[in-house]
């Protein structure tokens, strides 16, 4: 299944600059680069004069149950700080009367079960889900439900841990623009052993595998591609060890992704723009200051981007 066809892989345009950005080291016969942001900056979607709303992506992200909504509304606020020009809430019934009152730009619709979730959904560019889903089947049926939507998927927390032991089915909803956002445990539970041969070949090769995007959080976070590149994030930030962080980091890629930025660019751009981020607010962060820092991180690499 090939849901956006020659929207990854390929850096078209690529200039010198953002080829040689990044400092590279080999590990085996495999280029890592260093995540730089002159390799992606100028890949970042920013809108025209004539762009509206529609025209800057649609963002769908899937809610847990009534007392599990604020991992969610973290990831829907991220995505349209991102520049989303419209990001939706899709949560079980009984969420809905919890989660509207905590948004305003964000809008809100229920869905009764997993084909309610595909039919909503379909209309989306990305969907985000895996936060406070539910380790539950009904989580593995909403997420092969949105696997025909056409949307790219960004599946992270319970999306992914749900699959423990059941990774086929999984790799049947993916393809190559979707993008997995495991930390450690996550991962191993999907790709069990794995890691013992170290943090760089372990998430090449579970690209591979999955045909996916992978983005392996951490302190120097590791991000790989299916067609074999990955970068290393080194501008990570201690005050990103906070609850709810991920959620943003999930909804950041999403927002980025739903503005068709290549997946494996867009995930490489939010996770430097999320350390960024924290970086610039320091000490006492809690995930949702991100939403405030977040418009300094980006005017800086639209200014440098925009240099005459």
């Not at 089915?169 to 013992?196: K, Y």
């Not at 997946?263 to 962060?285: E, I, M, Q, T, Y």
Request: with cysteine; glycine share 12%; hydrophobic share 45%.
């Amino acid at each position: 299944m090939q849901r956006r066809s020659g929207a990854n892989g390929t850096q078209q345009g690529c200039s010198k600059q953002a080829i040689f950005a990044g400092w590279r080291r080999i590990i085996g016969t495999r280029m890592i680069e260093t995540n730089d942001p002159a390799i992606w900056r100028n890949f970042l979607p920013w809108p025209g004069a004539e762009t509206h709303k529609h025209a800057r992506g649609r963002l769908a992200v899937v809610s847990g149950k009534a007392h599990h909504t604020g991992a969610a509304r973290l990831a829907a606020h991220a995505g349209l700080r991102m520049g989303a020009g419209v990001v939706r809430i899709l949560c079980p019934p009984d969420a809905a009367s919890v989660i509207a009152p905590a948004v305003q730009a964000v809008m809100l619709t229920p869905f009764s079960s997993p084909e309610n979730l595909g039919r909503e959904a379909a209309g989306s560019d990305a969907v985000v889900i895996g936060p406070a889903a539910g380790l539950d089947d009904a989580t593995i049926a909403n997420i092969q439900a949105l696997g025909s939507t056409g949307a790219v998927l960004v599946i992270d927390a319970d999306g992914l841990s749900v699959f423990k032991g059941r990774t086929a089915e999984l790799f049947a909803v993916l393809d190559r623009d979707d993008i997995l956002t495991p930390h450690e445990g996550e991962f191993e539970r999907l790709f069990p052993g794995l890691l013992a041969q170290g943090r760089e070949t372990a998430v090449q090769d579970a690209a591979r595998e999955a045909q996916a995007t992978i983005v392996l959080k951490g302190a120097q976070t590791l991000i790989a591609s299916s067609d074999g590149r990955i970068r290393r994030n080194e501008n990570g930030s201690p005050w990103l060890a906070t609850a709810g962080t991920g959620d943003v980091l999930a909804g950041m890629i999403g927002g980025l992704a739903a503005q068709r930025m290549d997946s494996f660019d867009a995930a490489c751009a939010a996770v430097w723009l999320h350390s960024d981020a924290a970086k610039r607010f320091g000490p006492g962060l809690t995930s949702d200051d991100l939403y405030d820092v977040l418009p300094k991180a980006l005017f800086e690499q639209w200014s440098i981007g925009n240099q005459k």
